[in-house]
């Protein structure tokens, strides 16, 4: 049930007594937007986050009625010199979640070699320049994080779209507690991350927090 239906300041705030009936809202606003974006402008740019946080809206989500052809996917950070087979890897989470459950019309992924990162930087920032966010996915992590933007490296006036981050290490024991990696020397200790000025960009943003 939903308990809280205001706006503070600017932002629409709701709050539900489950998790689940949290995911069902946030999954059905999303497949709106979506549907909306692609009616007026033929694809949907959407941008998602990788994390438990997201299950019960993504699960919500691929029970609506889209057109996953005309969606093109994006994601928000990952880890820098992981293999693709590396199951604690964001692209991979993702398409266990999503991507590989529908037939998205392209798929826009971080993953590459440490000596690849600042040329993966600028790409996908050009990528993002061409295909503006319609609709940012996000989540709020232990350490107020939004993607890989943690406290000492967050800007909100950076000057880059896409950068390379040193992870703090609330961030990287979420991680373990998260049950990504088994102790927090295993978590990786730099990422790529889309900046929050390119997250604050998206013309709509769903922030799913349980």
């Known amino acids: 049930m939903e308990i809280i239906n205001q706006k503070v300041e600017n932002l629409p705030v709701y709050i539900f007594n489950t998790r689940k009936e949290m995911g069902i809202k946030a999954g059905e606003e999303a497949a709106r937007i979506i549907n909306e974006t692609i009616a007026k402008n033929g694809v949907a740019n959407v941008v998602f986050a990788a994390a438990p946080s997201q299950n019960d809206m993504l699960e919500s989500l691929l ?23 590396e199951p604690a890897g964001f692209g991979t989470w993702l398409r266990r979640a999503i991507f590989d459950k529908v037939p998205l019309m392209e798929t826009h992924y971080l993953l590459c070699a440490a000596d690849e990162a600042e040329a993966k930087c ?14 940012i996915l996000l989540g ?19 000057p880059k779209m896409v950068k ?47």
């Open 140 to 158: 709020i992590g232990e350490n107020g994080h939004m993607a890989f933007n943690d406290p000492a490296v967050a800007d909100f006036n950076d």
């Open 164 to 210: 390379i981050v040193d992870l703090d290490d609330v961030c990287r024991q979420q991680q373990v507690n998260d049950g990504c990696f088994k102790t927090i020397d295993d978590v990786p200790k730099t990422a790529i991350t889309l900046t929050v000025p390119t997250l604050f960009a998206g013309k709509h943003l769903f922030c799913i927090v349980p």
């Open 122 to 135: 600028e790409a996908y920032a050009e990528l993002l320049k061409k295909y503006p966010i319609d609709l």
């Open 63 to 85: 029970q609506q009625d889209v057109d996953w052809t005309k969606v093109r996917a994006f994601h928000q950070d990952e880890y820098i010199g992981i293999t693709a087979e």
